[in-house]
Antibody, heavy 117, light 108 residues
Framework: QVQLQESGPGLVKPSETLSLTCTVS????????WSWIRQSPGKGLEWIGYVLDTGTTNYNPSVTGRVTISVDTSKNQFSLRLSSVTAADTAVYFC???????????WGQGTLVTVSS | DIQMTQSPSSLSASVGDRVTITCRAS??????LNWYQQRPGKAPKLLIS???NLYSGVPPRFSGSGSGTDFTLTISSLQPEDFATYYCQQSYAILPWTFGQGTKVEIK
């Protein structure tokens, strides 16, 4: 069974860049869509974007211009970079697997990132 | 963006009750509608895919229905472990994928 694990700093200063990595184990990174989803404290879920094993990406317009999602197939990892962060980017960030038109079927446990000086 | 609107935002129910949660999409999405359960401090877990398909390992007291713009999640007999927040999500071909705001099911 596939497992996903987020890693990265839990505290980022305003205006800096948030960087997270998701390590995929128990399955191949090929043939799936790999997404980042965040959940602000006490709020709902927001899809940030996805990457394929080919490196093809698609992003939510709400973060376009600040976000980069990349993949490293040799390490079975994919990563999120979100620049110019503000307090509004404080959230639990989840890495998630799906296929096109299919549900988000496997989730990492999530990692809290706080934006604060 | 396709807006997903759930109702109610919260509800109180007792063990054994039948519970229904609705989700409305701002435009037709066929049956590309999924339901998730989230317990506090945990990641969401998939319950129902493509409107009515029960995901592997999910108890049969959960069911889903609907197509187009209107969907429902039903729990036929609420169990103690079902007290959680439920989200709908559209996985249609129009990005961004979006979620409902959630329905919190609490103990009466």
């Amino acid at each position: 069974q596939v497992q996903l694990q987020e890693s990265g700093p839990g505290l980022v200063k305003p205006s800096e860049t948030l960087s997270l990595t998701c390590t995929v184990s128990g399955g191949s990174i090929s043939s799936y869509y790999w997404s980042w989803i965040r959940q602000s404290p006490g709020k709902g879920l927001e899809w940030i974007g996805y990457v394929l094993d080919t490196g093809t990406t698609n992003y939510n317009p709400s973060v376009t211009g600040r976000v980069t999602i990349s993949v490293d197939t040799s390490k079975n990892q994919f990563s999120l970079r979100l620049s110019s962060v503000t307090a509004a980017d404080t959230a639990v960030y989840f890495c998630v697997r799906s296929r096109w038109l299919q549900p988000l079927d496997s989730w990492g446990q999530g990692t809290l990132v706080t934006v604060s000086s | 963006d396709i807006q997903m609107t759930q109702s109610p935002s919260s509800l109180s129910a007792s063990v054994g009750d039948r519970v229904t949660i609705t989700c409305r999409a701002s435009q037709p999405i066929g049956t590309y509608l999924n339901w998730y359960q989230q317990r506090p401090g945990k990641a969401p877990k998939l319950l129902i895919s493509v409107a009515s398909n029960l995901y592997s390992g999910v108890p049969p007291r959960f069911s889903g229905s609907g197509s187009g713009t209107d969907f429902t999640l039903t729990i036929s007999s609420l169990q103690p472990e079902d007290f959680a927040t439920y989200y709908c999500q559209q996985s249609y071909a129009i990005l961004p994928w979006t979620f409902g705001q959630g329905t919190k099911v609490e103990i009466k």
